[in-house]
């Protein structure tokens, strides 16, 4: 394996990211959006690299700024932060320490870690309320405790390996975000055509049930004599009914009280049915009842009380053009 190039830790951001995405291509492609936030230095001047994976989608990514790379450093190893050398703490909220000859570099088990001039450690210790120390080489200053002394070291993981902050041609950051772009332009694209389908399918839906609904009141209708088209308002049918007689040799009672209805609702101009059914058993008429405004039903149903109809009102409703409330109606005595 290549030898690596290392660069100080003390230039460079390492950040706990989250990503969901299955595929490394993906990960490596969305990283320097999600880092983004993070940074106090435009994208276009900063070399940003995804590492490994700390669990549970979560992946520690670093960030440089360009000014802080050699333009071509030698061999073809991966450009690491020498801050990755030192080893992760074994417990949460412990820092794992490795003082060099005037730095301290500090790593805490999310992966993440930084460095600081030895003189300024203990201030930042007491700061965060003195976790527990693990020492991995050097010597701490004076006013901060060590917990632990690691006395052989265990070597880096070899998975830190991951994280290259080496240079990537403007091609590539350029390939990389058209290709980016292109995968959220088809997103929002088939997001679209899923929508639109939806719809579709929910209109010629309600089409074949409303279609299905005037069929079988018509066809109740044509058994009981009667030619009606219940899409008229409600003016053009009581006409039709106000001409009908419900007596005769053998009382039909759906047509005397479709004949009662029309009676009560003559000159009504304002409302429609939108549903009409008859219960032979209770001897009953149950009507949608369409208009449009919830005054205009209440109107009407005031004139079918009048008449001295029985009526059991549902709820009204606003509906688009309109509003609609179904009404059982029973004969009067």
Do not use: Y
């Amino acid at each position: 394996m290549p030898r690596p190039h290392v660069v100080p830790g003390a230039c460079t951001l390492l950040v706990p990211l989250h990503f969901p995405m299955k595929t490394d291509r993906k990960r490596r492609a969305a990283a320097p959006f999600a880092m983004e936030p993070h940074l106090a230095a435009p994208l276009e001047s900063v070399v940003v690299a995804i590492g490994h994976c700390m669990g549970d989608d979560v992946w520690i990514c670093a960030a440089i700024d360009t000014s802080e790379l050699e333009e071509d450093p030698a061999g073809n190893g991966p450009v690491l932060p020498d801050t990755l050398a030192v080893p992760l703490p074994e417990h949460r909220d412990a820092w794992c320490l490795w003082f060099g000859e005037r730095t301290a570099h500090l790593r805490l088990a999310d992966g993440t870690g930084l460095s600081v001039s030895i003189e300024a450690l203990p201030d930042l210790w007491r700061s965060q309320g003195r976790p527990a120390i693990e020492l991995a080489h050097g010597e701490p200053p004076a006013g901060v405790e060590i917990a632990r002394h690691l006395n052989s070291p265990s070597d880096p993981d070899p998975e830190v390996l991951k994280l290259d902050l080496r240079r990537r041609s403007k091609s590539k950051i350029s390939r990389n975000l058209k290709r980016w772009l292109k995968f959220v332009a088809v997103v929002a694209f088939v997001t679209a055509l899923a929508h639109t389908a939806l719809l579709h399918v929910d209109a010629h839906a309600l089409a074949k049930l409303a279609e299905e609904r005037t069929g079988r009141m018509e066809t109740h209708l044509v058994d009981k004599g009667v030619s009606l088209d219940l899409s008229l308002p409600t003016r053009l049918l009581t006409s039709e009914l106000a001409g009908r007689s419900g007596s005769g040799d053998t009382v039909d009672p759906f047509m005397a009280l479709l004949s009662q209805v029309g009676d009560a609702l003559d000159g009504t101009t304002d409302t429609s049915f939108r549903e009409l059914r008859f219960d032979a058993d209770t001897r009953q008429i149950t009507v949608l009842l369409t208009g449009p405004d919830l005054e205009a039903l209440q109107r009407a149903e005031t004139r079918l009380r009048g008449a001295g109809l029985k009526v059991v009102a549902g709820a009204a409703r606003r509906v688009s053009g309109g509003a609609e409330r179904q009404l059982v109606i029973g004969a009067s005595e």
